[in-house]
């Protein structure tokens, strides 16, 4: 039955006559486009049932026809690919080719706006820089009564210069699209939302509060589930900011319940990394491992959620630390300096930075030129004009050689100090070698690992003052060193061996009247029998000093009046 349902609607959608869009306009040449590029809602993933739809605009063949019917199937085939894709590229291209070729700015902008959302939306910021700047430029020299769909420009602008860091121009930007989009709408609350974060990013909180909720208010009030919930997520954020933690944690949960009813996949990704992070700071360590792996889940199932995922390992990274699961550490430290070298090629750190400096260097060459037009009828400035703008490309050129070889600097010496403990910890073990490996020779190694474990943690926590990418790995690598100098099983069945040769009588008695000892206990015991303080041997066996007092404090209880003997024979005479 099944099948013959599924058989009968398959032919349904064939024999359908295929809708078309409509060409018919009595609107101005703006009005006009805007009519045709609205009918395109019924396009989704089916390049075939698109281009059949779009048939009459192609067959048309004016040059403004084939500029929206080659940016549309671009679209189209964008979500198709889900990815960066050669067949958008070159629609996209074509289309900003005729556009430049008609002469017309309404189509021009529109055909380049709609590649630089497409390079944004697949997290190509540097690529994409140049057109949404073109764009702005071109929009300063217009009228808005000739944009396409200027309420919607303003806001891909907006959020474009919001990600790239520039929060003031994206509320600037963001406010145009208010005026331009009508009220009640999602446009309107999506607008009205990102005003609030990034109002937010400028610590205006109070102004950030004010908008987001009346996004809120907004979306609730017309249907819109998904917007209504990325605004709890945003609001939670300034409660975060505000320190009222459990309040923040209580609107994210009701972001997530919303959002996975929508299937709103990028949204609920979000909420859960922001409650991950909301359980760490409320000490709910387990729960917030649990909101850890529902957003790493969605983030590995797109390729440019890749900034997504470096952000949850980052949060899961300080997780392990609080749980003190060094053992995992490092194939998390592995997997974020995988992610950045990979991002530090589309949107990490290094590509944003350097596309909010490019998009300052075309604003200072936009102000230049706009300089030179005030005062081309006075000949002798000229020359002060183009002095500036010389000096400002010297000046841009020294900071940024500046930084570079500061950076080469700081790298040099790192790599200078971790070859000098490499250099020691050889040094230290050969020692052992030549002394044949007597106790008083391990006792010898193991203060001078201590010694090194002390200065390794001081370089550690100097290196997390910067934020470098270059020092973390610099960091990382003392990270691993630090852990070779713990006591490994080979070091430790070393050590016992020697100090049983040495110290026969107390060893035997040990084994004899007192098999409750374990073998964490047996370490501890050994080494403060030879003089090892709780912090030294704490830090030998790469655990903390409270972790040494409760071992010893369980063992106190579990052997009883025993203890008070074992204690004596640790604390007399060798």
Known sequence: MKLLLSTFLFAVYIFLPAQKINLSSDLSQVASWENLIMQNDPLNVDTIKAK?????????????????????IAKVYAKNFDKINATSNSLFSKSIRNAVKLGDQSLEVWSLLNYAEYLYNFRQMTEALPYFMSVTEKIENMSYDKILFPGESFSKIGFFMGTIGDNSLAVTYLNKALQYTKPNTSAYAMALDNVGIYLMNLGNYKGAEKS???????AKSIGDEVRYAKTLGNLAQIY????????????????????????????????YTLLARL????????EANEAIKFA??????????????LDILKLKLKILNLEHREDEELEVRRRISVLEDSLNKTDGVLPLNQANWLMQKRKYQHNIVATKKEL?????LKNVIFAIAGLLIVLVLFIFIRSKNKLKETQLENERKIKMYEDMKRRNEQKLLDANKTLD?????????????????EEIENFKESGSTFVEKDRSKLHDLLQSHLMTE????????????????????????????????LRIILLQKLGFTNSETAALLGITVDAVKKSKQRLKHKLGAKYDVLFKMMVSEN
């Open 212 to 218: 987001i909720t009346e996004a809120s208010v907004m």
């Open 441 to 457: 020779a391990q006792i010898d190694f193991l203060k001078e690992k201590n010694i090194q474990i002390q200065k390794l943690r």
């Open 490 to 521: 080979e070091n430790w069945l070393n050590f016992r061996r020697e100090f049983e040769k040495e110290q026969p009588t107390f060893y035997k008695i040990l084994q004899k009247d007192f098999p409750e000892i374990t073998t964490s206990n």
């Open 296 to 309: 790493d889940t969605i983030a590995k199932s797109k390729s440019y959620f890749k900034i997504n995922e």
């Open 240 to 271: 975060e900011k505000k320190g009222e933690i459990p309040r923040a944690i209580e609107l994210v949960r009701h972001d997530i319940a919303i959002s996975e009813k929508n299937k709103s996949t990028q949204n609920t990704m979000f909420a």
């Open 279 to 286: 359980l760490i700071a409320n000490n709910q360590i387990a």
């Open 376 to 380: 081309v009828r006075e000949a002798s």
């Open 52 to 72: 059949s739809f779009l048939e009459p605009l192609k067959n048309r063949n004016t040059l403004g026809d084939q500029i929206i019917y080659d940016a549309l």
